[in-house]
């Protein structure tokens, strides 16, 4: 019981932080491209190549990662979001942009957990 609580919580915590991003992202680029959506979806990427990064190296409870990763990032990143923008733009024959941002989600985001986790690496390096 106590892994489902924290699970909410953390996902809350996401879903607020994901609320909050995406509509500043939305009010400084006023466009059709979804900017919320990606930024959102890149950062959370980045962040969990970071944490992943520190947290191979310290031994967490699983609680506490469940926390992190499932709930709180879980509640953060927004595929199903991406997915519907995707649709969305195919359909409104905005295949450009529809495209773009398939592309930008995917290989921007792989190549950001990548950065997160090499970035963690160098920062572990350092302290030691």
């Known amino acids: 019981m106590v892994k489902i609580i924290l699970l909410a919580t953390g996902g809350a915590i ?28 890149l950062s959370g990427s980045l962040v ?5 990064g520190f947290f191979e190296i310290e031994s967490l409870p699983s609680n506490l990662r469940s926390f992190v990763f499932i ?4 509640g953060f990143t927004t595929f199903s979001t991406f ?3 995707s649709f969305s733009m195919f359909r409104d024959g905005e ?3 529809a ?3 398939v592309l ?11 950065a997160g986790f ?7 390096n350092m302290i030691r």
């Open 14 to 41: 996401g879903t607020v932080f994901r609320y909050a991003l995406s509509g500043l992202t939305y009010r400084v680029f006023d466009s059709v491209f979804p900017w919320g959506t990606l930024f959102v979806n």
């Open 48 to 52: 969990i190549g970071l944490l992943w």
């Open 71 to 74: 709930g709180i990032l879980g």
């Open 83 to 85: 997915t519907l923008e």
């Open 95 to 97: 295949l450009k942009l």
């Open 99 to 101: 495209i773009s941002n």
């Open 104 to 114: 930008a989600n995917n290989i921007l985001g792989i190549a950001l957990v990548f």
């Open 118 to 124: 090499l970035i963690s690496k160098q920062i572990l």
